[in-house]
């Protein structure tokens, strides 16, 4: 048998349907299963590390969705905080925390008709829209009733979480004809 060809072939016995072929595996063959592997485990940990790196991605990616939609969340929750700030007392009639609505329009739950106001605006659901005058620096907030509330200091409409972003010019002789509400008590730190 001749060990340099590496892959050499002996036949013997050749009975009926018999044939036992033989290989023989020089030191240069194994040489090459070696580096074969060798190569096959290389690529596959870079397949692995591919894969690492994209779930690590998608990972990434689903945390800041997360993060978004807490934030939206958070937004929305000091949206409703100021426009809770402006509402009055009585505007609806509750029991144990729900509105009730009435059949006959004088039977409210042992409150009478007249003790209901209508509102005089829509509903606003994202609180009070502020205005400023053209030339001045005062800065109004008008509530889902219409009217204006003064709001005294740059501090007291930060504290309110609203930013100067926020605040749109109005002509003075348009705020002039508005109703005058409370004015928005100074917050402090």
């Known amino acids: ?21 033989l290989f023989d595996l020089s030191k240069s063959n194994l040489d090459r299963v070696n580096v074969w592997f060798t190569w096959m485990l290389g690529i596959s940990a870079l397949v692995m590390t591919v894969i690492a790196i994209l779930l690590a991605l998608i990972a990434v990616l689903t945390w800041r969705h997360v993060k978004q939609a807490q934030e939206a969340s958070k937004m929305l929750d000091e949206a409703n905080k100021r426009r809770k700030l402006f509402d009055e007392a009585g505007n609806f009639l509750a029991q144990s925390a729900t509105k009730k609505k009435s059949k006959l329009q004088k039977e409210f739950r042992g409150l009478s008709a007249d003790e209901v106001r209508k509102r005089a605006i829509s509903h606003r659901g994202f609180g009070p829209i502020l205005f400023q005058t053209e030339g001045a620096d005062a800065v109004y907030a008008v509530d889902d009733y219409g009217f204006l509330h003064w709001i005294p200091n740059p501090p007291t409409l930060m504290r309110m979480g609203y930013s100067w972003a926020d605040v749109k010019q109005l002509p003075k002789a348009e705020i002039d004809q508005m109703k005058r509400g409370e004015n928005v008590p100074v917050l402090s730190e």
């Open 1 to 21: 048998m001749n060990l340099d060809n590496p892959l050499q072939a002996t036949q013997s016995s050749l009975n009926s349907d018999e044939v036992r072929i």
